[in-house]
């Protein structure tokens, strides 16, 4: 009877402790903070203005590919982590959800960087010379895609460590 009763107490702690998939939440918000990094790719990352007149830049228009590339990677690593029941896979989406937060602080660090590919592609031949003279006239700054998508890759990285750290729970 006492044997019963203990298997009975194991079964309510696994139970109450995730159960089959320790790791599902955490992966299921890493999901969602791909969902984030794949959203903000999509959205405004630069503002030029120049006397009035202001254009922005989508992240698409540059490195946003990039970091598109890292969500959808990551967000597949934490699923088949989830389906596999396998929290080390769900962990290395980390690595890249840490790729989409290099490219994101790089761009916020250099919001001039955006606007100088798109221009080298529209302009056809102007010189570098000519180039820095003409992005010296505009002020740059970082619009929300681009903490958009530093705010979700961060929390991709916060929640692959954390399925990765449940490997050594089970």
Do not use: C
């Amino acid at each position: 009877m006492s044997t019963h009763l203990h298997n009975s107490d194991a079964r309510q702690g696994a139970s109450s402790s995730g159960g089959r998939r320790p790791h599902g939440k955490v992966s299921y918000f890493g999901i969602g903070a791909s969902l984030l990094v794949l959203l903000g790719s999509f959205l405004p990352w630069v503002e030029a203005s120049l006397e009035g007149s202001v254009e922005t830049i989508k992240g698409t228009d540059g490195d946003g590919k990039w970091t598109m590339a890292a969500a959808v990677v990551a967000m597949v690593l934490f699923i088949v982590g989830v389906v596999a029941r396998k929290p080390i896979i769900s962990g290395s989406a980390a690595v890249p959800s840490l790729v989409a937060v290099v490219f994101g602080a790089w761009n916020i660090a250099n919001p001039e960087r955006l606007a100088r590919v798109s221009i080298e592609d529209e302009s056809g031949g102007m010189s570098s010379t000519e180039l820095d003279g003409l992005l010296q006239q505009f002020d740059f700054s970082a619009m929300g895609g681009l903490w958009i998508v530093v705010a979700g890759a961060a929390l991709g990285v916060l929640f692959g460590v954390l399925a990765a750290a449940k490997t050594r729970q089970r």
